[in-house]
């Protein structure tokens, strides 16, 4: 049975191997400090966290995809020497803070998976680190105290207080340390009440609740604006003076620019496209494609922190959006994976993009497109908001789904700071269907964000 606690109260640990285990709506890492009575750790070992994940006793588990890792704790396999084991959540976002989320809930559980003791960490508002709760000594028992003490000085100045040594940059360490953590002390504590933090502006849902989507009318634009819009009257710029009316004399016809080059495909290679880029999809030969297959994929950046190198938990998603001019007919993506008509199939969410080859597999029948559908425009985005400046090796393929050949790859060298990319688009151009790379940026962290961003990549 399952014991609450509140702040500050503690609890008989009769198990010796728990998990210890945090629920929050977040992004956010479980660490733990193994220290003596003193409160210092000692030696770094006795820190246990994402770049090392094994300590004397203690070990950090993986958990699913967006959820924080768990600590493994065998009691009877920490040194004599540790009095106390401190479970610290730490934000991914550090510029971020609890108070925007509801309240995480920290779980004991024993190895069986029997949750022993359950503490909601109330009151937090400005920090982006909590120590949790602490397993300790009490003579030769072990407990559980319910901690929820915030740091807001940063994790660096928490680990430093605790005797972690820290290589980090100047930058980093001008935030003066706040004091050292005292379990069970009276008095009013650290950090000082905090101030209540702005409300946060609630996120669209996708799909809107109770409309579907796509939306049935009016499409997008609504009818008779269309994209670009008309000019004003008069145009623009104004018309030239007449000779004689003044400076500078009439400007000479501009010329007319040039649409992006037109390649054909290769037998023997892949096409190597460059933005803006249009290949026609006949096989060498003069034979069109019929049946084929968009591969998208990226790589998460590993970034170096203060600890060593990490890699960014990156959820993006590839859709692909169909249009019968300038209106959305369709659109096929995590949460539909079949177009209605059946022309097109997502072969599903990937969360991480980790691995190598195609992250998120398209399949386009271009038989079965309806003849009103005029474009297919593939988009990629960041469910969780991080931007394509954490992404690399972002690349977008076409291959031959007859014999899984590959035609045409366009590769994105550099992030952006978007959230949402345009990788490519199919167009019709009489009987013919070509492929146009494209590689533009924007803001969007799901499709229903990005379907009305994506006019201006029409037309041909």
Same mark, same amino acid.
């Given at each position: 049975?399952?014991?609450? $606690? ?27 400090? $193994? ?73 004991? *559980? ?12 109330? &009151?937090?508002? @400005?920090? @982006? ?6 397993? #300790? ?25 605790? =005797? ?47 409309? +579907? ?10 009818? =008779?604006?269309? #994209? ?15 000779? =004689? ?20 495909? @290769? ?51 590839? *859709?692909?959006?169909? %249009? ?53 425009? %593939?988009?990629?985005? @960041? ?17 031959? =789904?007859?014999?899984? +050949? ?28 070509? $492929? ?22 029409? &037309?041909?």
């Amino acid at each position: 049975m399952s014991a609450t $606690l509140a702040k500050g109260q503690n609890g008989p640990l009769a198990a010796n191997d728990v998990v210890i285990s945090v629920q929050l709506n977040a992004p956010a890492d479980l660490s733990a400090l $193994l220290v003596t009575e003193s409160g210092k750790v000692r030696s770094d070992a006795d820190f246990v966290f994402f770049n090392q994940p094994n300590g004397p006793g203690v070990n950090l588990q993986p958990a699913p995809s967006g959820q924080p890792a768990s600590l493994a704790v065998s009691l009877n396999a920490v040194p004599a020497d540790i009095a106390q084991i401190r479970a610290v959540i730490t934000l991914d976002d550090a510029t971020s803070n609890f108070g925007r989320f509801p309240a995480p809930t920290a779980i004991v *559980s024993d190895s069986a998976g029997n949750q022993l003791y359950e503490y909601r960490i109330d &009151g937090l508002n @400005s920090e @982006s680190i909590v120590i949790a709760l602490e397993l #300790y000594r009490r003579q030769s028992e072990w407990k559980v105290r319910a901690v929820g003490q915030g740091y807001a000085g940063g994790f660096v100045a928490l680990v430093t207080d605790h =005797g972690v040594t820290v290589d980090e940059s100047p930058a980093a360490t001008q935030v003066p340390p706040p004091p050292a953590y005292q379990p069970a002390q009276p008095g009013p504590g650290y950090p000082p009440p905090p101030q209540p933090a702005p409300p946060t502006q609630q996120q669209p849902q996708y799909p809107p609740t109770q409309q +579907g989507y796509p939306q049935g009318a009016p499409g997008y634009p609504p009818p =008779g604006q269309g #994209y670009p819009p008309p000019p004003a009257p008069g145009g623009y710029p104004p018309p030239a003076p007449g000779p =004689g009316q003044g400076y500078p004399p009439p400007a000479q016809p501009a010329a007319q620019q040039q649409p992006p080059s037109e390649i054909s495909l @290769s037998k023997d290679r892949p096409v190597s496209l460059v933005k803006g880029q249009r290949v026609t999809l006949r096989k060498e030969g003069g034979a069109a494609l019929t049946f084929v297959k968009m591969g998208l994929g990226w790589d998460p950046v590993r970034s170096r922190g203060m600890f060593g190198n990490r890699t960014v938990d990156i959820d993006l998603d590839a *859709s692909v959006v169909m %249009f019968a001019d300038m209106n959305v007919v369709d659109v096929a993506y995590y949460g539909q994976l079949t177009s209605k008509d059946g022309s097109i199939r997502h072969q599903g969410d990937n969360l991480t993009g980790e691995g190598e080859g195609d992250d998120e597999v398209i399949l386009v029948d271009l038989t079965r497109i309806p003849a009103h559908v005029s474009t297919l425009v %593939f988009i990629v985005t @960041s469910y969780k908001g991080h931007t394509f400046e954490q992404v690399q090796n972002a690349f977008c393929r076409l291959v031959d =789904g007859a014999n899984n +050949g590959e035609l045409a790859r366009y590769t994105m060298a550099g992030g952006m700071p978007f959230t949402a990319m345009a990788m490519a688009k199919l167009f019709r151009v009489g009987g013919d269907w070509k $492929l146009q790379a494209l590689g533009e940026g924007f803001q969007a962290k799901h499709p229903g964000e990005a379907v009305p961003q994506l006019g201006r990549f029409l &037309g041909n």
